[in-house]
Structures are given as C-alpha cells and as structure tokens.
C-alpha cells in the first residue's frame, strides 16, 4: 500500500484524487489547503493528517520521511491553483516522494527544464493527470487517424462553453497571472488531447481572447482545428439553454461528432492505475500543450482572419 499526501485538499478536483487513491487500495496520510472546508475527507480517509498551514505540513512530511515511518510519503497529489504547481512539485520531489500533478502541469514550457533538473538530482518523477488520452474514443479516434493517410489533413472543430458564475472572475482563476487564461485553465486537455491524436503541432493563431472567451486556428502534422472556448453562459446555443444545460461540448472531426460525454467518471482512477504501474505521463508528454497555451498567452489575436471558429463571428460582430 503506498502514502499519499495532498496539497489542495479543498479544491473542486480533490475529490476526484482522494477518491482515486482508495480505489487504487491506497492511503491518504496528510493533506494540506489554506481553506478548512474538507469534510470531503471524511468519506475516503478520516484518520488524515490536515493542515492549513503549509510551514506545519512541511514539517510533519519531512518527520515521516526522517523516521522512516510506515506512514513515510511515496507521492503528493498536487490540486494547488495552477501557479502554484511548479513550486508545490519541486517541494513533492524534494521531500523524497513522486509527484500527481492536476492541468496545467505549469504555466510556462521554461518550468518543465527546471523541473526535469530536479527529478535527475532527486531521482523522483513528475507524473500528470491527462486524462483525455485515457478515454476510450480519444483512443479510438487517435488509431483511426494513424491508419489513414499520412498525408491527409482532418477538418476538426471544437468548442467548449462552461458556464462560470460571477465568482470566476473574482478568484485566482480570474488572474492571468495565476490562472494562465481561459486557454490555460479550461483548455490546456484539449490541446494536448489534439497533440496526442493529429500529431506535431505547425501553426498557432489566436483570433480572439478576452477573459471570459478565447478562440483561435491550430494546424498539426493530421489535422487543421478551430477552437472557441467561453465560460459565458450566453455562448451556449439557445437551443440548449432552454433544455436548461448550461456547458455545451463538441469535437467534430470531418464533419463527424466525437461521442465523448460519457466515460469520464473514472479516468482519474485509471491515471492513478498507470502511475502506479510506472506508466504515468510525465514532463516531456506535457510540453506541446504547455507551449500551445503560452503561445496563446503571448499572442495578438489577429480577429476575423484565415479560417476562424464559427461561433465567433457573433461574438465579435
């Protein structure tokens, strides 16, 4: 049975973690958040360890790691807001233990080359949460596309529309410098999702950003994607808003809907499942994604140019 502790514990994807490390037969010893509304813990591991004190849980993780006690820390699970994950990484391999890291793993490609200096002086390894490249039709479109022809280039649209409170704005995930963007916090999946199915990535355009919405043109080795991402509930079809459904999802490829809506109740446990057996996605499979969402940072949307999303015309217009 292998320890984990928890940096994050309050946060709205902990639960999913806490709930992969028991079904994967594994024990949560300690878990840390500068909130206390984690009762959640009751129901998965109650005898944990908590602190809302980083100084304190640093203190008890490094003890158990000196005694080398039978509660000693094999990984951190990592749940911070995205900003703080390099650091909270770097602190998981220095204490001796392997670290799970939620998206974005960071928020700059540069994190990544420091990051891998440090798991070649500690001998401890980054591994992430990329649960898409998990999902039985991601996998089933990405062998469909490898048996088809080199040469040939997928017309693919996406769009992703996840209704966001008032709230949004207000937290950290609100703060480009924290959050990293829309692209960044509700994105970076898809983009490496589309990596790992069409292959290198060649062009990078930007036709709009805001804070609240983000679109733009992506050309990889197998596919040319438009992409439109909003968290304002006024880019959900009207059709189905009145269904009263306030997130609106849709990958098509060639015309064609991804069916991927069901299947993702345990993808965090089947990533806990590969982890464990050494098979985790580590540093290098994260970059692409991670230069794709920078680049979109750093970019000067260009507007209605080259071949953009349709759902941008009405919001420009």
Known sequence: MKKFAMIGAAGY??????????????????????????????SHFPDADFFTEFERFDRHVDKLRRANSDKKVDYISICSPNYLHDSHMRFALRSGADAICEKPLVLNPWNIDGLQEIERDTGHKVNTILQLRLHPAIIALRDK?????????????????????????????GDTKKSGGIATNIGVHFYDMLHFVFGELQQNVVHYSSDTKAAGYLEYAQAR????????????????????????????????????????????????????????????????????????RDSKPQGLTGDYHPFLKQVIA
């Open 13 to 42: 994807i902990a639960p999913r973690h806490m709930k992969a490390i028991k079904d994967t037969g594994n024990e949560l010893v300690a878990a840390l958040d500068v909130n206390d509304s984690v009762g959640i813990i009751d």
């Open 145 to 173: 596309v490898q048996s088809g022809s080199r040469a040939h280039k997928h017309e693919v649209d996406l769009t992703y529309i996840t209704s966001r409170g008032h709230w949004y704005l207000q937290s950290w995930k």
């Open 225 to 296: 994607v438009r992409w439109f991402l909003s968290i304002d509930i006024n880019d959900v079809p009207a059709e189905v808003r009145a269904t009263g459904q306030r997130t609106y999802r849709s990958i098509t490829c060639e015309g064609e809907e991804i069916e991927f809506s069901g299947g993702f109740t345990d993808l965090h446990t089947r990533s806990y499942e590969e982890i464990l057996k050494g098979n985790g996605f580590g540093l290098d499979e994260n970059r692409v994604a991670i230069e794709t969402v920078s680049h979109i």
